[in-house]
């Protein structure tokens, strides 16, 4: 009798191993479509991202092939020298071209009155082309030059209007595309919630699976990391610059939150520097981060003053983000790369320095901080470079890291850690990042992003090689 009850017992116990089993499986499995679906949305919205700045860029493309052309008619006018024809010849049809491949990427955006803004640009640039440009250079009629360079003027306000609502549109397009995803993700993680849950209620049935529910939670939070690390596109080289970076988060056991840094080339003559510091911490703040750094890469193109490209985005913040509470604290450079001058705007970022030789100077602050009011208005700076200067620009996880004491660094410190730092720009920053981490005794309060830009104005080219995250 004893054992039979024995076999029952262990009978029972195998059965309900077998339940537990089968339970966390299911768990694992809503767990794994959970991580898959995350990763499909910001597939998605990584594939829409590109769309949109090569739209940005075909744009881009348009307008100055049509600003060479009157460039051209307008020198060949003047002077009457054939060498100013170059541009309108060269340019033939690539207005043309650049639309129809506009439109070609654009089919998948889904705009409303995109194509037929586009066919308008296309019909009004033929219209210049026919009834200004050939007319004054093949048909020339003095009694009529005033008369076709007016009807001109108003083809090009035509034309740059056009412009301006595809411009919009696709702004439009952009803000939409993060509000979606934003609440794709939302909805994904109320899902994950409840599998975290579920995996929960199993523990409770029996310790002996708790600390393999544990390892089940940090390897999902680990696939949500890695998504949002796959989420940001790489940066870009610059031509005579060597770039550093670093990054240093305060979620700990994640490498995710609300301080950024990107580099990115514009086109032949500009390239973008960028640090921001997001409100908040975690995989909300990751989010807006994203918001940030795809909404000042898109306005970069269309905007040559940082300046401006705060103003539009300080704008486009207040019409985007619905919380009152979040704000940005943000620098934008735009680096000329043929002589190393920089322009700069910053909205509030005071961790801005300059090293020459062993000189080093803090940048000014060029307006308030991002989201505080709607119609805040911002001013550029700009500062030429030489070779081997260094640029530093950080997030105020740098001048605010706290010893044991409570005592903050401050901008003097930073300063003073930036004098005796290497030269190389990426050993400058890992040698930033240790000295913070040594400062807090590995007790990380505040976000660290770090952009160090090394000038080499004597080279033909630069180099720059990946940064640190921890």
């Not at 994904?188 to 523990?203: D, E, P, S």
């Not at 750094?293 to 207040?318: C, E, Q, V, W």
């Amino acid at each position: 009798m004893q054992y039979l009850r024995r076999l029952l017992s262990f009978d029972e116990s195998i059965r309900g191993a077998f339940t537990l089993g089968a339970l966390l499986l299911f768990a694992l499995l809503v767990a794994a479509l959970g991580a898959f679906n995350i990763y499909t949305q910001l597939d998605s919205a990584a594939s829409v991202e590109r769309a949109l700045a090569r739209s940005q860029q075909q744009l881009y493309e348009a307008m100055r092939v049509q600003l060479d052309e009157e460039t051209g008619l307008r020198g060949y006018l003047a002077t009457k020298q054939e060498d100013y024809l170059d541009p309108y010849v060269t340019a033939a049809d690539q207005f043309d071209s650049a639309l129809a491949e506009l439109r070609r990427d654009s089919v998948t955006l889904d705009i409303r009155g995109f194509d037929d803004t586009l066919r308008d640009m296309v019909a009004t640039h033929g219209a210049w082309e026919n009834r200004v440009a050939r007319q004054l250079l093949y048909h020339p009629d003095p009694r009529k030059t005033p008369f076709r360079e007016s009807d001109g003027k108003i083809l090009t306000d035509r034309l740059r209007a056009d412009a301006s609502r595809v411009n919009q549109l696709l702004d439009i397009r952009f803000t939409r595309a993060q509000i979606d995803l934003k609440q794709r993700i939302n909805a994904t993680l109320v899902a994950g919630l409840f599998a975290i849950a579920l995996v929960a209620a199993i523990g409770i049935l029996s310790l002996a699976f708790r600390a393999r529910l544990l390892k089940q939670l940090d390897r999902e939070r680990g696939i949500i990391e890695t998504l949002q690390r796959a989420f940001q596109l790489d940066w870009n080289t610059l031509p005579r610059t060597r770039i550093g970076t670093a990054y240093v988060s305060a979620t700990r056991g994640a490498s995710v939150g609300g301080d950024l840094f990107d580099v990115r080339r514009l086109d032949e003559r500009r390239g973008l520097l960028l640090v921001a510091d997001v409100s908040g911490k975690g995989i909300e703040a990751a989010v807006n981060t994203a918001f940030v750094k795809y909404s000042i890469r898109t306005l970069a193109l269309t905007y040559d003053d940082p300046a401006r490209i705060l103003g539009a985005f300080n704008h486009l913040f207040a019409e985007t983000i619905a919380d009152p509470a979040l704000f940005v604290v943000v620098f934008v450079g735009i680096l000329d790369l043929a002589s190393c001058g920089l322009t700069y705007a910053s909205a509030g970022h005071s961790g801005a320095y300059l090293r020459r030789g062993r000189q080093v100077s803090q940048l000014e602050i060029t307006g308030p901080i991002v989201g505080l009011e709607r119609d805040s208005t911002y001013r550029r700076a700009t500062l030429q470079l030489a070779s081997r200067d260094l640029l530093l620009v950080a997030t105020d996880g740098l001048t605010e890291a706290r010893d044991r004491s409570g005592r903050v660094l401050d901008d003097d410190g930073a300063m003073k850690l930036l004098e005796t730092a290497p030269s190389d720009p990426q050993a400058c920053a890992d040698e930033l990042a240790r000295a913070v981490r040594r400062r807090s005794g590995g007790r990380i309060l505040d976000d660290l992003a770090l952009l160090v830009v090394g000038i080499d104005a004597d080279d033909a080219e630069g180099t720059s090689s990946p940064g640190n995250v921890a």
